[in-house]
T-cell receptor
Framework: DAKTTQPPSMDCAEGRAANLPCNHS???????VYWYRQIHSQGPQYIIH???NNETNEMASLIITEDRKSSTLILPHATLRDTAVYYC?????????FGAGTTVTVRA | GAVVSQHPSRVICKSGTSVKIECRSL??????MFWYRQFPKQSLMLMAT?????????EQGVEKDKFLINHASLTLSTLTVTSAHPEDSSFYIC?????????????FGPGTRLTVT
């Protein structure tokens, strides 16, 4: 599975959009990009995933660059409940390799 | 989305005893489940892959005789920590794969906090 690189932490203001970057320069053609988040002392929560096209659901949007070497998760209107560790995972096999993720703190 | 449950959510046991953790897929059948472990301020680490009707596959460094995994049905996998020691205290999380969907990810349980005294 391709390795991902995420910033260790970021702050954002409540009500504003949060843009979380992820680099995956060694991604191969059949590997999906997944985003999960983990709120303190809970199991990871699925957010969104994509292969080539940009994706949007009720939680977030996923923007994947044309060369697929990086992606951005967008939380359109961050709330205090969005404070969590966000994991970007690239994989083709069924199990996940978790990196350190990005600790996102939403401030009032 | 699909729901995965774990029981118990928290358990405290004495050193030397065994503890069983259950992982259930509530609204789908999962031929494969995964067990992860997470120590404080660290990320999740895969321990083993649980396959329905066959032996589990353990990651390097995980003792199969200490962490017994049973996947007896398509909706239930159990992890038994045998002869638990304080260093086994951790957050144990299971996940399940819903088959038949392209690019499907994993659905995670809420986790079980194990404290060994």
């Amino acid at each position: 599975d391709a390795k991902t690189t995420q910033p260790p932490s970021m702050d954002c203001a409540e009500g504003r959009a949060a843009n979380l970057p992820c680099n995956h320069s060694t991604i191969s053609g059949n590997e999906y990009v997944y985003w999960y988040r983990q709120i303190h002392s809970q199991g990871p929560q699925y957010i969104i995933h994509g292969l080539k096209n940009n994706e949007t659901n009720e939680m977030a949007s996923l923007i994947i660059t044309e060369d697929r070497k990086s992606s951005t998760l967008i939380l359109p209107h961050a709330t205090l409940r969005d404070t969590a560790v966000y994991y970007c995972i690239v994989r083709v096999e069924r199990w996940f390799s978790f990196g350190a993720g990005t600790t996102v703190t939403v401030r009032a | 989305g699909a729901v995965v449950s774990q029981h118990p959510s928290r358990v405290i046991c004495k050193s030397g005893t065994s503890v069983k953790i259950e992982c259930r897929s509530l609204d789908f059948q999962a031929t494969t489940m995964f067990w992860y472990r997470q120590f404080p301020k660290q990320s999740l680490m895969l321990m083993a892959t649980s396959n329905e009707g066959s032996k589990a596959t353990y990651e390097q460094g995980v003792e199969k005789d200490k962490f017994l995994i049973n996947h007896a049905s398509l909706t239930l996998s159990t992890l038994t920590v045998t002869s638990a020691h304080p260093e086994d205290s951790s957050f144990y999380i299971c996940s399940a794969v819903e088959p038949g969907l392209a690019g499907v990810g994993q659905y995670f349980g809420p986790g079980t906090r194990l404290t060994v005294t």
